[in-house]
């Protein structure tokens, strides 16, 4: 079946470093969200992105998607503390959202 | 209400026994969702309504569940016989147009069930 796949699964960072996860698809995808959980929380929107090579940015987070739209990555610059949480990636390709795996962000003071 | 609220936010039950969760969704909107979140892991689809219609249900694990949306705005999922296998966390979420994919999901807190 359709299985979306997210790497790396865990990443630790220290405060102020560089973070990128990566999301993967087994078919060609019609359009992606990203949301993000925290600890304990439940999943909040962050962006869809439609188009092939789109990139979209909000502050210090970056969000691209593949020219063959079967990929996508957020990558996050300089991260803080309130990063902390899971990412996933979901694939609007039917009329449902089917999530990714998820990467786990730990940030370090 | 100004999100979408869910109930009871713990459910703690022994196994046979049978559950009820609750979805308020956010007024006006068309689509309702299910999902079932293990420890550690994505959302996984359980069970989709447009209004009172249940459009998809492809995701519900077996016959022991089942979700209503009788009136098109709250909805409830009831496990019937719980198995152990049936703890985790279980995610409401809702979007204004009738075709969620294209539209941003809004979710509830989740109600943690643990089947003892």
């Known amino acids: 079946g359709q299985q979306v796949m997210q790497i790396p699964q865990y990443q630790h960072v220290q405060e102020g470093e560089d973070f990128t996860t990566y999301c993967n698809s087994s078919t060609t995808l019609s359009n992606i969200q990203w949301y993000k959980q925290r600890p304990g929380g439940h999943p909040v929107f962050l962006i869809q992105l439609v188009k092939s090579g789109e990139v979209k940015k909000q502050k210090r987070l970056t969000f691209q998607f593949g020219e063959a739209k079967k990929n996508s990555s957020l990558h996050i610059t300089a991260t803080q503390t309130t990063d902390v949480g899971t990412y996933f990636c979901a694939d609007g390709n039917t009329d449902k959202l089917i999530f990714g795996t998820g990467t786990r962000l730990q940030v370090f003071p | 209400g100004a999100g979408v609220s869910q109930s009871p936010r713990y459910k703690v039950a022994k196994r046979g026994q049978d559950v009820a969760l609750r979805c308020d969704p956010i007024s006006g909107h068309v689509s309702l969702f299910w999902y079932q979140q293990a420890l550690g892991q994505g959302p996984e689809f359980l069970t989709y309504f447009q209004n009172e219609a249940q459009l998809d249900k492809s995701g519900l694990p077996s016959d022991r569940f089942f979700a209503e949306r009788p009136e098109g705005s709250v909805s409830t999922l009831k496990i019937q016989r719980t198995q152990q296998e049936d703890s985790a966390v279980y995610l409401c979420?809702?979007?204004?147009?009738?075709?969620?994919?294209?539209?941003?999901?809004?979710f509830g807190s989740g109600t943690q069930l643990s089947v003892l």
């Open positions: 979420a809702s979007s204004h147009l009738p075709t969620g994919s294209n539209e941003k999901l809004f």
